[in-house]
């Protein structure tokens, strides 16, 4: 772990909590150094023209990895069927997913997306559908019943709550865009109203699109090039995470139920989540497309991020039992003293990937930020199950 890990600042993690990368007013030195930093490499990395960059799995499975924006995009998993394309999750919105579709065509195959299925409904993963649909009509769109009713209990509140908060973010990247004593750092600023402007535009009139086929356990699609399964092993990240199997590619993608960061739990089950992913993993898979990060080679790391969660539960709900407020738990769990964060060096492998592939340059909470977040939301979700 960098220097950049080992600063705190309160508006960061307000920003992140409400879904947006932080802009960081008021942020120390080091971090302004840090985030320029990290800007640079963003900026080297939105050099070319995709919004995705799309990495091959297995033979017709590929993996598409969002290069940073301003607001959060998830991984996408695509599966080429014989006649046509199944794709894992839809973005954040309808034009990313469609700057999706159109570099699936380009670069992948000319078969039209006939399903896509939203592993569970957060914006990130839910908002694109609109453009899969508009690109076919006649698309599945899949997923859990619990999650098409999260769907349509939540999804236009918390997008109302979430656009509510832009023009306070555009005020300050503008606060900060006048502090700018670099070109580099005004364009970064620029950059940054242009995308949140966008956003606002784009979503501010936003086609709510709800899916079309719902489950509650399993559902196959058939097809001669290997059967897929789609499946609800168990509350997780969400009440109604689908996951998505490939026997013959021996690929699982798993929504944001395995991501090679640490866990969201804000929504999450902690209690049940391990044994969810234990269930899962009685599959027979190699590669796991995770909801947001790298993708996973073997299964080391999906155990590293179970036994996490195990152990940061327990450790809460003992503290908890205790008497402990919360407060206190936030300062005495630390990475270090978490075993589960150091066994394997799955801390700072986490770190790395929050760096690497944190969508927004504010999304690179440091891994003590996160594991933070992470306390609250256990603390605060260990009645759930
Ligand atoms: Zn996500
Ligand atoms: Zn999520």
């Known amino acids: 772990m960098g220097d950049c890990d080992?600063?705190?600042?309160?508006?960061?993690?307000?920003?992140?909590?409400?879904?947006?990368?932080?802009?960081?007013?008021?942020?120390?030195?080091?971090?302004?150094?840090?985030?320029?930093?990290?800007?640079?490499?963003?900026?080297?990395?939105?050099?070319?023209?995709?919004?995705?960059?799309?990495?091959?799995?297995?033979?017709?499975?590929?993996?598409?990895?969002?290069?940073?924006?301003?607001?959060?995009?998830?991984?996408?998993?695509?599966?080429?069927?014989?006649?046509?394309?199944?794709?894992?999750?839809?973005?954040?919105?309808?034009?990313?997913?469609?700057?999706?579709?159109?570099?699936?065509?380009?670069?992948?195959?000319?078969?039209?997306?006939?399903?896509?299925?939203?592993?569970?409904?957060?914006?990130?993963?839910?908002?694109?559908?609109?453009?899969?649909?508009?690109?076919?009509?006649?698309?599945?769109?899949?997923?859990?019943?619990?999650?098409?009713?999260?769907?349509?209990?939540?999804?236009?509140?918390?997008?109302?709550?979430?656009?509510?908060?832009?023009?306070?973010?555009?005020?300050?990247?503008?606060?900060?865009?006048?502090?700018?004593?670099?070109?580099?750092?005004?364009?970064?600023?620029?950059?940054?109203?242009?995308?949140?402007?966008?956003?606002?535009?784009?979503?501010?009139?936003?086609?709510?699109?709800?899916?079309?086929?719902?489950?509650?356990?399993?559902?196959?699609?058939?097809?001669?090039?290997?059967?897929?399964e789609l499946a609800f092993n168990g509350k997780a990240h969400t009440a109604g995470d689908v996951q998505v199997f490939s026997a013959s590619k021996k690929v699982l993608a798993a929504g944001d139920t395995i991501i090679s960061m640490l866990p969201n739990i804000n929504d999450g089950y902690p209690r049940p989540w391990p044994k969810t992913i234990d269930t899962a993993a009685a599959w027979k898979f190699e590669k796991i497309i995770v909801g947001h990060g790298s993708v996973q080679h073997g299964r080391e790391r999906m155990g590293q991020f179970r036994n996490y969660i195990e152990d940061l539960t327990a450790r809460v709900e003992r503290a908890r039992q205790a008497g402990t407020p919360l407060e206190d738990l936030q300062r005495s769990i630390t990475p270090g003293s978490l075993g589960t964060l150091q066994a394997g060096g799955f801390g700072s492998w986490v770190a790395e990937n929050l760096d690497k592939y944190a969508v927004y340059l504010g999304d690179k909470t440091p891994l003590e930020e996160r594991l933070a977040g992470n306390v609250s939301a256990v603390y605060n979700n260990l009645g759930k199950s």
Not at 24 to 51: K, N
């Open 6 to 228: 080992h600063h705190h600042h309160a508006s960061r993690r307000d920003f992140f909590r409400r879904g947006f990368g932080g802009i960081l007013a008021g942020a120390s030195i080091l971090e302004e150094a840090c985030f320029r930093a990290s800007w640079a490499r963003a900026q080297a990395r939105a050099a070319t023209a995709h919004l995705f960059d799309v990495e091959k799995v297995a033979e017709g499975v590929f993996a598409a990895l969002p290069k940073p924006a301003v607001l959060n995009n998830c991984n996408a998993a695509i599966f080429v069927l014989s006649r046509d394309v199944l794709v894992v999750d839809a973005h954040s919105t309808p034009s990313a997913a469609a700057a999706l579709i159109a570099q699936i065509r380009k670069q992948i195959t000319e078969k039209p997306v006939r399903y896509l299925v939203n592993s569970h409904f957060h914006w990130d993963h839910t908002q694109g559908d609109a453009a899969y649909k508009k690109a076919n009509p006649q698309i599945e769109i899949i997923s859990s019943g619990a999650t098409k009713q999260l769907m349509s209990q939540l999804q236009r509140d918390r997008l109302k709550a979430q656009l509510e908060t832009i023009p306070g973010l555009i005020d300050q990247v503008k606060m900060r865009r006048s502090y700018a004593k670099t070109a580099r750092d005004r364009d970064w600023a620029d950059d940054q109203l242009r995308q949140l402007a966008a956003y606002q535009a784009e979503m501010s009139s936003y086609p709510l699109e709800l899916p079309t086929v719902s489950f509650d356990k399993t559902h196959v699609i058939k097809d001669a090039a290997g059967d897929l």
